[in-house]
């Protein structure tokens, strides 16, 4: 079943059309990889997607629902969570608060309940505490819990992003290279967790990664865009032999590898 649809999508930034007429589905419960060469345009989707780019034409369908009739900040809401390239996070807050950051929005409490501190917030406060606890537990970050996110070695940062967006209990994850700066022992390990969340959570899982070894290990299907395009779209395997995809990525292919960077 589909869970999220791009129709037609486009968009322009001047004379540059860094999406251009880009169409794919993805299925409930799939691991979906959007790759590219640099400026492909695959951020653009993603900023497309949780409503911080405005597109020039196309629908992004998601549950059924025309997202781009909503607001940026009920994107959320709507079950569709996301990291970053560059890590957002708030580097000089504890890992919980930063896991918490957000959340406020669940809590669903007026001006005379937070007056009040009346118990239906209190329960809520605590339900959204125990949620961050338990992704902290999955992610192996709770011994870390209350230290700063700075003082964290940077695989382990990315790993605080993630669970940001895990908190929300999304349906739907963005991951943008999550595998970017890590070792391969960290993106191995990163691999396995993106197909627990999506085992045993049942989270479809959107990724963007440049890491081809990551992404043949954990993709079931792959849209490759080009110059705002897509150029092709398959297995692993069938898109590493496509010529329209090697070509693309010609300049970036490793010796002997048979694939991309
Ligand atoms: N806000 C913006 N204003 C102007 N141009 C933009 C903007 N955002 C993206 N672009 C341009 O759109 C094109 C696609 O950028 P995008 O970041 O989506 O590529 P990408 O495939 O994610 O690249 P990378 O793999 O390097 O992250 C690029 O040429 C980029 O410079």
């Known amino acids: 079943m589909t869970i999220l649809e791009i129709v037609d999508l486009s968009i322009n930034f001047g004379g540059l059309k860094a999406v251009d007429s880009l169409s794919f589905a993805?299925?409930?419960?799939?691991?979906?990889?959007?790759?590219?060469?640099?400026?492909?345009?695959?951020?653009?989707?993603?900023?497309?997607?949780?409503?911080?780019?405005?597109?020039?034409?196309?629908?992004?369908?998601?549950?059924?629902?025309?997202?781009?009739?909503?607001?940026?900040?009920?994107?959320?809401?709507?079950?569709?969570?996301?990291?970053?390239?560059?890590?957002?996070?708030?580097?000089?807050?504890?890992?919980?608060?930063?896991?918490?950051?957000?959340?406020?929005?669940?809590?669903?409490?007026?001006?005379?309940?937070?007056?009040?501190?009346?118990p239906v917030k209190k329960r809520k406060e605590r339900e959204i505490s125990e949620k961050a606890q338990k992704v902290m537990e999955l992610l192996g970050l709770s011994k870390y819990a209350r230290d700063l996110v700075l003082s964290l070695p940077y695989g382990m940062q990315k790993m605080v992003e993630m669970g940001r967006a895990l908190v929300s209990e999304p349906k739907l994850i963005l991951l943008d290279e999550p595998a970017a700066g890590m070792n391969p022992s960290e993106s191995k390990e990163l691999s396995s967790l993106i197909k627990r969340l999506r085992d045993t959570r049942g989270i479809t899982v959107l990724v963007v990664e440049h890491d081809m070894a990551m992404v043949r290990s954990i993709c079931?299907?792959?849209?490759?865009?080009?110059?705002?395009?897509?150029?092709?779209?398959?297995?692993?395997?069938?898109?590493?032999?496509?010529?329209?995809?090697?070509?693309?990525?010609?300049g970036c292919e490793e010796e002997g590898s048979g694939c991309f960077r």
């Open 26 to 118: 993805v299925n409930e419960g799939q691991i979906f990889g959007l790759i590219g060469p640099n400026g492909a345009g695959k951020t653009t989707v993603f900023n497309c997607i949780t409503r911080y780019y405005q597109p020039n034409q196309g629908r992004i369908v998601f549950g059924g629902q025309n997202i781009l009739d909503i607001r940026s900040h009920d994107v959320i809401g709507k079950g569709i969570a996301r990291t970053f390239q560059n890590m957002e996070l708030f580097k000089s807050m504890t890992v919980l608060d930063n896991l918490l950051v957000g959340q406020h929005c669940h809590l669903d409490t007026n001006v005379f309940s937070e007056a009040l501190s009346l």
């Open 220 to 250: 079931d299907e792959i849209c490759v865009m080009d110059f705002g395009r897509k150029i092709a779209q398959g297995s692993a395997d069938e898109i590493c032999r496509n010529p329209q995809v090697i070509e693309a990525y010609l």
